[in-house]
């Protein structure tokens, strides 16, 4: 199967630095997606990386490494509205660019 | 800017009943989808749609759901007969030729009791 594996929870302080790390499977692998989602709600964009590096957003940056099948999402100066899941997402491509879901890391930040 | 919408927002249906879910996607988006989520767990990919026919179906797709896309604007997932396991969010989802970006509803949030 296409595994996608990340935390389940992290904690962290407003005002610091935290890394979401992800894993998946290389094989047929197209392009990483982050996504956000607040409780009872819609997943939102965050990312997307398809080359190795990465890649920055305002205080959101992502990174890839293919060959090593990995990802993080950096989120910097935590506010208390980053509280949330995040979701990592990995396109397999073929004909129907279907993303495949991690479980998603529940990010608590704490004042 | 352009979203993908959903009706309804919410849907409480009794076990064995017939529902069906409307999106309405971006217009000028050519792949549709569907994912799901049970509460507490991740999203999982149902089904996709291009050219007016299934390109992919999970194994949850079982044939309980059908989808349509019956007037060029809307798409929609039939679950025949539903079941208690069924209470999820079901989410729609598009995308444009030539990108890899999909854009997600808000989702309907379905109660089977």
């Known amino acids: 199967g296409q595994n996608i594996d990340q935390p389940t929870e992290m904690t962290a302080t407003e005002g610091a630095i935290v890394q979401i790390n992800c894993t998946y499977q290389?094989?047929?692998?197209?392009?990483l997606f982050w996504y956000q989602q607040h409780a009872g709600e819609a997943p939102t964009f965050l990312s997307y990386?398809?080359?190795?590096g990465l890649e920055e957003k305002g205080r959101f940056s992502s990174f890839l490494s293919r060959s090593k099948g990995y990802s993080y999402l950096l989120l910097k100066e935590l506010q208390m509205k980053d509280s949330a899941s995040y979701l990592c997402?990995?396109?397999?491509?073929?004909?129907?660019?279907?993303?495949?879901f991690g479980t998603g890391t529940l990010l608590a930040v704490q004042p | 800017e352009p979203e993908v919408t959903q009706t309804p927002s919410h849907q409480v249906t009794q076990m064995g009943q017939e529902v069906i879910l409307r999106c309405v996607p971006i217009?000028?988006?050519?792949?549709f989808y569907w994912y799901r989520q049970i509460l507490g767990q991740k999203v999982e990919f149902l089904v996709s749609?291009?050219?007016?026919?299934?390109?992919?179906k999970s194994e949850i797709f079982d044939d309980q759901f059908s989808v349509e896309r019956p007037d060029g604007s809307n798409f929609t997932l039939k679950i025949r007969s539903t079941k208690l396991e069924d209470s999820a969010m079901y989410f729609c989802?598009?995308?444009?030729?030539?990108?890899?970006?999909?854009?997600f509803g808000q989702g309907t949030r379905l109660t089977v009791v």
């Open positions: 290389t094989s047929g692998f197209n392009g």
């Open positions: 217009s000028n988006h050519l792949y």
């Open positions: 990386n398809v080359l190795d």
């Open positions: 989802a598009s995308m444009r030729p030539g990108n890899t970006e999909a854009f």
């Open positions: 749609f291009y050219n007016n026919e299934i390109s992919e």
């Open positions: 997402a990995a396109n397999y491509g073929g004909a129907t660019n279907k993303l495949i």
